[in-house]
Every structure is written in structure tokens, then in C-alpha cells.
């Protein structure tokens, strides 16, 4: 069974927090000296949850996560998304799809579409020559 934990992006950071805060709604994050920073309310932030895989380096890979698959050619960045209808994580470039179970051999963690939304500049090219 996977690890239930989340993060989110909030003034300039990305904070990772879990299962009991989503069920208050708050957080409290740890600052650059590792003392809980103020309470974040959680409900108007972007959260992206925890897939359970790592990318072929280790990195753990979250929902929103910018992903370079080198099992397609080209390897341009996709992103992890949750396919609720599927019941899997999938990755997609806008109309480029992979709806299949993620594979951690073949996924390499980037960016995040918070903190890299430059990284997407590519899936953008893509959308406007279509």
C-alpha cells in the first residue's frame, strides 16, 4: 500500500504535508530552520497528492510534476495527472495521451507546473501547431 501525503505551492515554495491535514484543512509547514512556520488554510491552494512511485532517479513523483518519459519519442515534458475515470496516474502533453499505469523506470522528474511553468513551453508549441 502507498504513502498518503500531499503537497502544495504557497508564496513561493512548495511544503509537503499529509493525510490528518487534509482532514483539518491546515498546515503547518516547516521553516528553513525546520520550526512550524504559521498555519496554511489548505482549501484555496493547488494540492497535488503523492503517486507512490519514483522517477528512475529515486525522486518521488507527485500529481502536477513535469516528467520527461523517454519511452516516447521525443521525450518533451509531460504531466502527471490523476485520470479518475481510468483509476490510474497518467501523463499527457495536452492531446498526447498515455493513459496507462505510470512505470518509474521510464519517468524522470523535471519540474512542477508551480514552480517550472517554462518547462511547458513545449507542450505550448505542440497545442499552437495543431
Given at each position: 500500500?502507498r504513502?498518503i ?5 504557497h508564496?513561493g515554495?512548495?511544503?509537503?504535508f499529509?493525510?490528518d491535514?487534509i ?7 516547516l ?10 488554510y ?9 503517486t ?5 532517479r529515486?525522486k ?7 516528467v520527461?518519459?523517454h519511452?516516447?519519442e521525443?521525450?518533451?515534458p509531460y504531466?502527471?495527472?490523476w485520470n ?6 497518467q ?12 512505470s518509474?523506470?521510464?519517468?524522470e522528474v523535471?519540474?512542477n507546473?508551480?514552480?517550472n ?7 505550448k508549441e505542440v497545442?499552437n501547431n495543431?
Open positions: 500500500m504513502e501525503k500531499f503537497r502544495a505551492y508564496n515554495r512548495m511544503f509537503e499529509g493525510f491535514e482532514d483539518t484543512g491546515w498546515a503547518w509547514p521553516d528553513s530552520e525546520g520550526r512550524h512556520s504559521d498555519g496554511i489548505l482549501e484555496d491552494l493547488p494540492i497535488q497528492q503523492y507512490g512511485l519514483h522517477d528512475k529515486g518521488e513523483i507527485y500529481e502536477g510534476d513535469i520527461l518519459n519511452d516516447f521525443p521525450p518533451y504531466v502527471v495527472d479518475g475515470v481510468m483509476g490510474w496516474w501523463i499527457y502533453a495536452k492531446n498526447i495521451y498515455s493513459q496507462r499505469q505510470l518509474e523506470n521510464e519517468l523535471i519540474g507546473i508551480y514552480e511553468p517554462e518547462l511547458l513551453k513545449p507542450i497545442e495543431e
